[in-house]
Nanobody, 123 residues
């Protein structure tokens, strides 16, 4: 059973940066694709970024492409989301999720979820 815990959220100014971390325990995430989702109250959860199990493939939502980078550190059983050039519309609760092998942008495809971390972008 894979247990995921996010950290690194907080308050950032527009144009600033934050780095989120997703630490896994209970099992190795080496064989999992990992994704970051975000959700604003009253809206559906949306995929932000995902990375394949072998780090060969990553993909990003159009709204964050060029600003966010997903990086996995298998040695530390952790995945990071580096968020640069933050905008107020990036404000949301960010969740990491895992599923075996192949990545997906579909929320229902993921088996394991963290509890979420709040990111607020405001001046």
């Amino acid at each position: 059973q894979l247990h995921l815990v996010e950290s690194g959220g907080g308050l950032a100014q527009p144009g600033g940066s934050l780095r989120l971390s997703c630490a896994a325990s209970g099992s190795s995430m080496d064989y999992c694709a990992i994704a970051w989702f975000r959700q604003v109250p009253g809206k559906e959860r949306e995929a932000v970024a995902c990375v394949s199990r072998g780090r060969l493939y990553s993909d990003y939502a159009r709204s964050v492409r060029g600003r966010f980078v997903i990086v996995r550190d298998n040695a530390k059983n952790t995945v990071h989301l580096q968020m640069n050039s933050l905008k107020p519309e990036d404000t949301a609760i960010y969740y990491c999720a895992a599923r075996p092998n192949v990545g997906s942008i579909l929320e229902n495809d993921y088996d394991y979820w963290g509890q979420g971390t709040q990111v607020t972008v405001s001046s």
